[in-house]
C-alpha cells in the first residue's frame, strides 16, 4: 500500500523556519495537502495541492514540491504553531493516505 | 459555512457494529459535487481514511477496511453515517467526518466523536 512518511518531530525557536518533509513515491504526480491539528481539536487544512494556501491561513504557511519529497514551510514560526502536522495524497486509485504526522515544538 | 458534526454511541462492545452519523449544515449533500469521508485517529496516533460517499449513494472505501465497512446517505435529512461490523478494541478511535474534496483532499471537518470498543 502507499506510504507517505514523515519525520516524527521537528524543533525550531520562535522566529524562525520551520520545514516539514514529506516522501511518498507517488507525490511526483498526485498532489499533497496540509493539516495542522492541535491537540482536542480536528485536523484545519493548512496547504492544499502542494502549494496554495487557504483563505485565512496565514502566509506564513507556505508548500513546496521537488520529485518525491513535499514540504512544508512555517517562516516566523510563532507558539501558536506548536501542534501536530499532517500530509495527506491520494494514490492513483483514490485512496486517500495520510504521513503518520510529525509534532512540531516551539523552543 | 459548512459544518458537520458527528453523532452516535461513544462505547461499543466487541464483535459488535460501530454505527455514527454525520449531520452537515451549511450546504447540501444532494447539491453535488463533493465526496463525504470518514477519518478516524487512534488514540495518539495519526489519521486513517476510511471511505467516503457520493449524494448519489457511490461510495469508495479503504482497501485495509473495506470488509466491515458500510457508508450510507440521507439526503433528506442531509446526513450520511458509517457503520463498521465486528470490531475490536483495535477499532477505538475518534472518528471524524469530513467534506472531501475531488481532488483527493478534506476542507471542512467535524469535531469529532471518540468511540471506544469495550465489554
Known amino acids: 500500500s502507499y506510504e507517505l512518511t514523515q519525520p516524527p518531530s521537528v524543533s525550531v525557536s520562535p522566529g524562525q523556519t520551520a520545514r516539514i518533509t514529506c516522501s511518498g513515491d507517488?507525490?511526483?504526480?498526485?498532489?499533497a495537502y496540509w493539516y495542522q491539528q492541535k491537540p482536542g481539536q480536528a485536523p484545519v487544512l493548512v496547504i492544499y495541492?502542494?502549494?496554495e494556501r487557504p483563505s485565512g491561513i496565514p502566509e506564513r504557511f507556505s508548500g513546496s514540491s521537488s520529485g518525491t519529497t513535499v514540504t512544508l514551510t512555517i517562516s516566523g514560526v510563532q507558539a501558536e504553531d506548536e501542534a501536530d502536522y499532517y500530509c495527506?495524497?491520494?494514490?492513483?486509485?483514490?485512496?486517500?493516505?495520510f504521513g503518520g504526522g510529525t509534532k512540531l515544538t516551539v523552543l | 459555512q459548512v459544518q458537520l458534526q458527528e453523532s452516535g454511541p461513544g462505547l461499543v462492545k466487541p464483535s459488535q457494529t460501530l454505527s455514527l452519523t454525520c449531520t452537515v449544515s451549511?450546504?447540501?449533500?444532494?447539491?453535488?459535487?463533493?465526496?463525504w469521508s470518514w477519518i478516524r485517529q487512534h488514540p495518539g496516533k495519526g489519521l486513517e481514511w476510511i471511505g467516503y460517499i457520493y449524494y448519489s449513494g457511490s461510495t469508495y472505501y479503504n482497501p485495509s477496511l473495506k470488509s466491515r465497512v458500510t457508508i450510507s446517505v440521507d439526503t433528506s435529512k442531509n446526513q450520511f453515517s458509517l457503520k463498521l461490523s465486528s470490531v475490536t478494541a483495535a477499532d477505538t478511535a475518534v472518528y471524524y467526518c469530513?467534506?472531501?474534496?475531488?481532488?483527493?483532499?478534506?476542507?471542512?471537518w467535524g469535531q469529532g466523536t471518540l468511540v471506544t470498543v469495550s465489554s
Open positions: 495541492k502542494d502549494s
Open positions: 451549511g450546504g447540501s449533500i444532494s447539491s453535488g459535487g463533493y465526496y
Open positions: 507517488a507525490l511526483p504526480k498526485q498532489y
Open positions: 495527506q495524497s491520494a494514490d492513483s486509485s483514490g485512496t486517500r493516505v
Open positions: 469530513a467534506r472531501d474534496i475531488p481532488e483527493g483532499y478534506f476542507d471542512y
